[in-house]
Every structure is written in structure tokens, then in C-alpha cells.
């Protein structure tokens, strides 16, 4: 029997991108047979891992000192799977390596970023590779631009979308129930995120909240406050942190619009969770985005705030008109980015390398 290692130790983050990826990945992965080979799981918290998944997997428990050459796993494993391109944790011996790119990490200067031990880290990673797979076309085409890529097979293998229903439980209302008709995004509060734009437009805005789930305690989040102090909208703008599946689902079902102008995104996937709800998406027209927003979403080609506002008012008249045609393509679509798909394809790839 050969074995498959998914270095998957950022299953722990479920409130992150990466550790959505590994969880509902390797959920998905859980629901398939794989004749001829098992897969290992490496996390923090086997215990939990074990009451999750059961014995579908083999699971072995990570440190942090493996993150280190002299502490790194010396099986040799028919395959190792990188989840995600920044994992310091690496595996001793040379052996079949299989690496998924999400997005590279942003090229502050295009002139002399290579120096940078982050890119150096990448780079190493890109070389041991015996394949490769992208979250999207557009992290494909910025890591050929940035990095010298091996002549290896590449895949582009999309995201599921993890919300598969839109169910509530009757009556069920959050903690923080807006008291208007509001705006909706999530994520971690960072500059690449780019909500500051958003204080800013809802100040051209009337009635209009604006509600932000993700993690709220950074120097961003504080900046933003602030910038919504001064622009006389720090009573419509609320940073609710981070939240439940139950809280996303009630402020997508009932938010006006999902609002979404990320600077950086290797995917982008609240952008079809608010899709399948049916839900007017507004959205930059940059990196990932346009791939996945389709032609279903609203785009911002910048930033600047009375054209952010009056870009939204004319999507959401626009919306309104075409409200039940829109809301079925939004669904469609949302349902297409499908993580049991996914898994089928990676398990795809898998096999092709240990059959070799």
C-alpha cells in the first residue's frame, strides 16, 4: 500500500482561507475510495482529527520544531502534498512533491523581490515540485510571471464553495441584528482587504450599513474605525469579528449586497458563498476576481468614493430589475465550484504521480 502525506497542519485556522482550504478539502478527500494508497494527515490536534474523520486517514501529529532541517519527517512517503505554498514544514528526504499555490505572496517591488526569503522559500518549493496545482488561472499566470516555474504538470483545480445550503433555523437571529438595510463583507481586517473603501464610499451613501465579520483586533481594523470617525459614519459601520456559519448565512440571506474590494485575491471564495444566496455581488476588477465573479458580479475598476457609491446604486437598480433571472444564474454558478469535484480531481493527481 503506498501513502499520500497532505501537510494540512493549518486545518487548525478554521477562521482562515488556508484552513477552510485544508478542512474542506480534505473532507471532501474523506468521501472517496483511494485503491492502492493511504492518506496521512499532519495536525496539531490528532485527537480532534480522529473524532472528525475516523479511520478513513492515518494521522501524525505536528510540532513546531519540524519547521527546521535537523527535526523534518524522514519517511519516505510516495508523495508529499504541500497545501499551501508558504508552509515552512518541509520533508527530509527527496521525495515526490506535489505543491498547491494559492497566491504568491504580494511582489512589493517587481525590480528586487527575489532577495526576500519569503520568494526564496517559494522558489525552493517550485523546484522540488513534481507537480503543480493552482486555486486559479490567476495564480497560475502570476507565479509564471514572478518565478522561474520546472517543466512539471500544472493543474488548475477550483475551490468548492463550502456553504452547499442556505438553510437557517427558524427564527434564529445573531447577537447583532442590523437595525437598517446594510452592506455585508467578511474577512481578516488587513490592508490587502481594502473595507477602508468602503467606509469611505458609505459616507456618499444614505441609510446604508456596512457589517464586517472576520478578525477585527489588527491595526487595520483600528485605522478603519477611525476613518469612519472622521467621515461622520462611525454609527453604520460595524466590525462584528469573527463569526459562526449560522452568522454568515443570516447577514448574507439578508444583507442588500455582498461588497467585496479585496486588492489581492488568489480565489475568492465569499464571492460565490454570497452567490448562492442569491445576492448582488460588488467587486474588484482585479487578480482572481473577474475569473470567479463571471459576469454574474459587479466590478469596481477603482477606488475612489463617489464612484464606488454610485457604481453600487446603479448594480442594485440594475439588480432589482432582473431580480429573478440574476438570482437564479447567482445560484447556479455558486453551485458549480464544487469541493466534492475538487477532491475527485486531486485525487486524480495524486494517482498519477504514485503510479509512476
Known amino acids: 500500500m503506498k501513502s499520500v502525506f497532505l501537510e494540512s497542519h493549518n486545518i487548525k485556522n478554521l477562521y482562515f482561507g488556508f484552513g477552510q482550504f485544508n478542512y474542506h478539502l480534505i473532507t471532501a478527500l474523506s468521501k ?10 499532519h495536525g496539531k490536534d490528532t485527537d480532534w482529527l480522529r473524532k472528525e474523520f475516523g479511520d478513513v ?6 510540532y513546531s520544531l519540524r519547521r527546521y532541517a535537523p527535526f523534518r519527517i524522514r519517511k519516505k512517503y510516495d508523495l508529499w502534498h504541500a497545501l499551501n505554498q508558504n508552509i515552512k514544514i ?6 515526490p512533491y506535489l505543491l498547491t499555490v494559492h497566491n504568491i505572496t504580494h511582489i512589493k517591488n517587481p525590480d528586487s523581490y527575489l532577495h526576500e526569503k519569503v520568494h526564496q522559500r517559494f522558489q525552493r518549493k517550485l523546484n ?4 503543480i496545482t493552482y486555486i486559479s488561472e490567476f495564480a497560475k499566470q502570476s507565479t509564471h510571471q514572478f518565478f522561474d516555474v520546472p517543466n512539471v504538470p500544472e493543474y488548475v483545480i477550483y475551490n468548492g464553495n463550502p456553504l452547499t445550503n442556505t438553510n437557517l433555523p427558524t427564527a434564529y437571529k445573531p447577537e447583532f441584528v442590523p437595525e437598517k438595510p446594510f452592506l455585508f463583507s467578511i474577512g481578516q481586517i488587513t490592508a490587502r482587504k481594502n473595507f477602508i473603501s468602503l467606509v469611505r464610499m458609505l459616507s456618499k451613501l444614505k441609510d446604508l ?3 464586517i465579520g472576520g478578525k477585527n483586533t489588527t491595526e487595520t481594523a483600528k485605522e478603519l474605525l477611525e476613518e469612519a470617525e472622521k467621515l461622520g459614519v462611525k454609527d453604520r459601520v460595524f466590525l462584528i469579528g469573527n463569526i459562526s ?5 443570516y447577514y448574507y440571506a439578508n444583507c442588500e449586497a455582498f461588497v467585496f474590494p479585496s486588492l489581492r485575491e488568489g480565489f ?10 442569491g445576492k448582488p455581488v460588488f467587486t474588484s476588477n482585479n487578480t482572481s476576481l473577474p475569473e470567479i465573479g463571471g459576469d454574474l458580479a459587479y466590478y469596481w475598476e477603482h477606488y475612489e468614493p463617489e464612484y464606488m457609491a454610485s457604481e453600487l446604486e446603479k448594480g442594485l437598480h440594475h439588480f432589482s430589475d432582473n431580480k429573478n433571472m440574476l438570482q437564479q444564474k447567482l445560484v447556479e454558478r455558486a453551485k458549480s465550484f464544487n469541493w466534492d469535484t475538487a477532491a475527485k480531481q486531486y485525487a486524480k493527481v495524486y494517482q498519477s504521480i504514485i503510479s509512476k
Request: hydrophobic share 35%; proline share 7%.
Open 268 to 277: 475568492g471564495l465569499p464571492v460565490i458563498e454570497a452567490m448562492l444566496f
Open 128 to 131: 522540488r515540485s513534481t507537480a
Open 57 to 62: 486517514f492515518d494521522y501524525k501529529k505536528s
Open 90 to 95: 518541509e520533508p527530509y528526504h527527496d521525495i
Open 245 to 249: 456559519e449560522e452568522q454568515k448565512k
Open 209 to 211: 450599513q456596512l457589517v
Open 32 to 41: 472517496l475510495e483511494h485503491p492502492g494508497y493511504r492518506i496521512t494527515l
